[in-house]
């Protein structure tokens, strides 16, 4: 079911379509691809284990044809999938820089983890997210942004997780 998928690729855009039902040509959907491709990009890199500087650009192309086989992409004009291509590759490199900068490269890393949250006092009421970067050893979060636009909710979005992480101290989870 296509539903389910957009709820595992991204719940923005899951919301976007299922619960506020706006059409694929009202949705941009070039940015969901870009912010898609460079979470695969990152699962990849450490799921792969190679942290290798120059890693995550040599996969980027490679992500983005497949983002491109497994979904729909509305293109601006003729030019726009070539470029998009490129802003891909250069989003992973921006992200692989950031790892080295805050030297994520020396820790023990977990992406894309899913997790929920029950809340106090509400039966069968959850808290449910996914996580981009949690570093194991210090149990911090840290959420990739490749976009500055506020219709995105990052600042929500940062807020819930904070408040997750608040509740798991709270009920010992």
């Not at 450490?46 to 942290?51: A, L």
């Not at 981009?132 to 909710?153: G, P, R």
Request: aromatic letters at 10%; one cysteine or more; glycine letters at 4%.
């Amino acid at each position: 079911n296509s539903s389910f998928k957009n709820v595992e690729q991204c719940p923005l855009k899951y919301e976007m379509c299922n619960v506020l039902y706006l059409t694929p040509k009202t949705v941009d959907t070039r940015n969901f691809c870009l912010g898609s491709v460079g979470h695969s990009c990152l699962e990849r890199w450490i799921k792969e284990g190679n942290m290798a500087k120059g890693f995550m650009q040599s996969i980027a192309r490679e992500e983005f044809d497949k983002y491109l086989r497994e979904n729909t992409v509305i293109p601006l004009h003729a030019q726009d999938i070539a470029n998009m291509r490129e802003k891909s590759v250069v989003n992973a490199q921006a992200i692989e820089d950031t790892f080295f900068a805050y030297d994520f490269v020396n820790y023990k890393l977990d992406s894309e983890s899913k997790w929920s949250v029950p809340l106090p006092n509400y039966n069968n009421v959850v808290l449910t997210g996914i996580l981009d970067l949690l570093v194991v050893e210090t149990n911090i979060i840290y959420d990739l942004k490749m976009s500055t636009s506020a219709t995105f909710m990052d600042e929500d979005q940062l807020c819930y997780y904070s408040m997750m992480g608040t509740l798991c101290i709270v009920t010992g989870k």
